[in-house]
């Protein structure tokens, strides 16, 4: 699918930059909006949990997404990938676009828009299968067999999600039975098989301890440049350690949407100022 | 509430559960021990000289030059039993006629009596029934038939507002005065060289077809049917209900027509097994015509229709005890929804759709109502599995009620019922084993 012109000419580019703090703007391809939302809204039956949402996504940056608990942010977030999808109650209004494809249009295959944004989940949730099916899983949905390619793939996400040195001799072994943090970034791993374009992490690091964590945070900043990541967190020091632009969500509505230097600095709403300096959460 | 209170509560709880639980063990002891001995005793017991002949001539086994040497022994005796016999009978001739028929009766209760302990008389037509080929092949049964030839049961009518009461007297002293008095006390002392018992291990039991209608040989063709039977259902059922399981589960939208289907189903699961029965004989055989009369293959259909409910509760809770979050990760890496049920969902509730299944198994193979109209006879010829489509089969179940209650001589092969409990038991047991042993290895293995 190539973008369509108006998406890669989008109106509001400046704004865009302006998310992006200056030391930050030489990735490559930075700048281009990978996912834009426009006046999105995301109804569960007749709640709407998240409320004319717009805003664009730039691609190869890790956009961080906070906001009080029940403001919508997994919401959002798993509406890009269209995992809302298995809720039967689950509808959207307004428009959602993907490389300037309609995430929410009547042809788009949701199993290829998936294959393309891949997830990482809150709770690390491997397959009870062995660390080597975990990740050849990916792979082998879309077609690989060959056993010497999985092997390298299998190597090469691991080693990307920098797991391999502490499982390269055990990948015929029960996934199960690694330790929370290891299962995190075996997910990372797995998902990043599929070579997805984006990486939408909902809270990865929540269930896990200061050690686990900062070994999640060292691998966004490795990712950081080759895909676009979003990640939900409640941890305002991580947002902006990890994050070039954060996006604030209050009540479904998106309230600030910032570089986050600009966000954790100098924020314009007074509801930001007040969530980000701990006054409510 | 006070601590003393809660404390006495909690006791009190744990003595009732407990109590509750020894009971059902005592219970499953109570039934369980004497089915086990008496089962058993179909397959060890102390057999004679003509068991051993009975399984040469009919199932071509046994050691020949042994039973050579048994049968010399034992006809050495035998030819003095009907040389006296003859004796009396000569005697009988040489009677005034009123004698004689006062004797003869009781001569031919004396013959009945050592037919029945040692088989046809030297000057019977030779018999058409097996049963009646051979005597007494159980040391214990021919221990009873010693006695009916020792003893006479009289009854006492006597007193007419009383039930009639049964004595016994010897009958040797009916024969007093005739050359038959010596007859008793020698087979009394020479019973064990005319019957020759040994202690017998008889795994034909399990393995051999019967013979006469149980009198003689195993329970193979039952066993046998059971196992076509229950098979037979679960091919047809489990497949069914897994797939219809994904269905609720995975595929159907809460509605009108989804909570019609489930309360259906749980209606089906509350159907007596006899109701079952007859819609099997009215809807596959009558109807479809899936077979001329009773089959295997309509047996198998009805207790399919019996245990797919189960089945399907049972991989449908499976199916929902699987995490969430395997089917987020699956689909969330591109893969198509019937990917996800086949790769992920299917293998983790595996454990819990096989225990499910082989619970099922092991209800079909119990079952007695579904096949009385459908499969079952009580007897026939042996079946193989090419006939599974257009013969009945014998069944372990209907087996057992046929011999408890049907059939013509049941207290004579008691331990045939017995023995049939028994490998009944043991194949349901077995199976539930099989459902353990499998959960815990898949269980294992999914866990890591
Ligand atoms: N399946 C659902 N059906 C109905 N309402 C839902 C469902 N999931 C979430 N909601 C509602 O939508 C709103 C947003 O939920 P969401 O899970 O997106 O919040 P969140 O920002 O991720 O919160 P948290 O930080 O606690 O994870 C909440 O009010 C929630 O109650
Ligand atoms: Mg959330």
Not at chain 1, 42 to 65: H, Q, R
Not at chain 1, 135 to 152: C, E, S, V
Not at chain 1, 262 to 273: G, I, V
Not at chain 2, 265 to 274: D, F
Request: aromatic fraction near 10%.
């Amino acid at each position: 699918m190539t973008p369509s012109p108006e998406a890669t000419s989008s109106p509001n580019r400046s704004a865009r930059e302006f998310y992006l703090p200056p030391e930050r703007r030489k990735v490559e391809g930075g700048g281009v909006p990978h996912v834009s939302a426009k006046n999105f809204s995301i109804y569960y039956g007749e709640f709407e949990a998240v409320k004319k949402v717009s805003a664009d996504i730039p691609a190869k940056y890790v956009t961080a997404i906070i906001g009080p608990s029940g403001c919508g942010k997994s919401t959002f977030l798993r509406s890009i990938n269209r995992m809302n999808d298995l809720l039967p109650n689950c509808h959207t209004t307004g428009s959602l676009m993907f490389d300037g494809q309609d995430v929410y249009g009547k042809f788009t295959d949701e199993v290829l828009l998936r294959k393309k944004i891949g997830m990482v989940f809150q709770k690390p949730n491997p397959f009870p299968k062995s660390i080597f099916d975990n990740i050849a899983y990916g792979p082998r949905l879309h077609g690989i067999r060959d056993k010497k390619t999985l092997d390298g793939i299998v190597e090469k996400s691991l080693r990307k999600a920098a797991l391999w040195d502490e499982v390269c001799d055990r990948l015929d072994k029960n996934a199960l039975g690694m330790s929370g943090g290891q299962q995190q970034r075996l997910c990372f791993a797995r998902t990043l098989a599929v070579e997805p374009e984006i990486l939408l992490l909902d809270e990865p690091t929540s269930a896990l301890d200061p050690k686990a964590t900062a070994k999640i945070e060292d691998l966004i900043q490795e990712l950081r440049g080759s895909y676009t990541i979003m990640i939900v967190t409640h941890n305002m020091q991580q947002a902006s350690r990890i994050s070039d632009s954060t996006m604030f969500f209050y009540e479904g509505r998106l309230v600030e949407h910032a570089s986050t230097a600009q966000l954790f600095t100098n924020p314009k709403d007074q509801m930001t100022e007040d969530y980000i300096t701990g006054r409510f959460s | 509430m006070q601590l003393g209170t809660r404390k006495l509560l909690d006791r009190a709880f744990t003595a009732l559960g407990f109590g509750s639980i020894a009971m059902m063990g005592l219970m499953l002891l109570v039934v369980l021990v004497p089915i086990v001995g008496n089962g058993i005793g179909a397959i060890v017991f102390r057999g004679t000289v003509e068991h051993r002949r009975m399984l040469y001539n009919e199932f071509h086994r046994g050691d020949a030059g042994r039973l050579k040497l048994e049968l010399a022994e034992s006809d050495a005796a035998r030819s003095e039993v009907y040389g006296m016999l003859d004796r009396f009978e000569a005697e009988m001739a040489g009677m005034d006629a009123v004698r004689r028929e006062e004797y003869r009766p009781k001569y031919e209760q004396v013959q009945g009596a050592l037919r029945a302990l040692l088989g046809p008389l030297p000057h019977d037509e030779a018999p058409a029934l097996a049963r009646l080929k051979y005597g007494q092949t159980r040391w214990d049964k021919a221990e009873e038939r010693l006695h009916d030839l020792l003893f006479e049961k009289v009854w006492d009518y006597s007193n007419p507002d009383e039930m009639a009461k049964s004595y016994e007297v010897s009958r040797s002293a009916a024969f007093k005065g005739t050359s038959l008095v010596k007859l008793f006390p020698y087979v009394e002392n020479n019973i064990d060289r005319l019957l020759q018992p040994r202690w017998t291990l008889y795994w034909g039991f399990i393995t051999d077809s019967s013979i006469d209608a149980h009198f003689f040989g195993g329970v193979w063709p039952e066993i046998q049917g059971t196992l076509f039977l229950a098979l037979g259902a679960m091919l047809f059922a489990f497949p069914l209900g897994v797939i219809a399981a994904v269905y609720f589960t995975e595929y159907a939208r809460d509605g009108f027509l989804t909570s019609l289907l489930r309360s259906a189903n749980s209606t089906l699961a509350g159907v007596p097994s006899i109701v079952f029965g007859l819609f099997g004989l009215t809807f596959f055989i009558n109807t479809l015509k899936v077979s001329e009369s009773k089959s295997v293959l309509a047996g198998s259909l009805t207790l399919a229709l019996m245990i797919l409910p189960t089945i399907i509760r049972s991989a449908e809770e499976a199916i929902l005890a699987v995490p969430k979050t395997y089917k987020e990760a699956s689909l969330g890496l591109g893969a198509t929804k019937w990917h996800t049920i086949i790769t992920v969902i299917l293998p983790a509730a595996l454990p819990g759709i096989l225990t499910g299944g082989v619970i099922s198994l092991g209800r079909a193979a119990g079952e007695t109502a579904p096949i009385i109209f459908t499969a079952a006879v009580s007897v026939g010829s042996d079946i193989g599995l090419a006939d599974v489509f257009s013969s009945p089969t014998q069944a372990l179940s209907w087996n057992i009620y046929n011999l408890a209650s049907e059939h013509e001589a049941a207290a004579e092969i008691r331990h045939v019922q017995y023995g049939m409990v028994l490998a009944l038991i043991s194949i349901v047991m077995l199976l539930n084993m099989t459902a353990i042993i499998l959960r815990a290895r898949i269980s294992k293995k999914l866990k890591g």
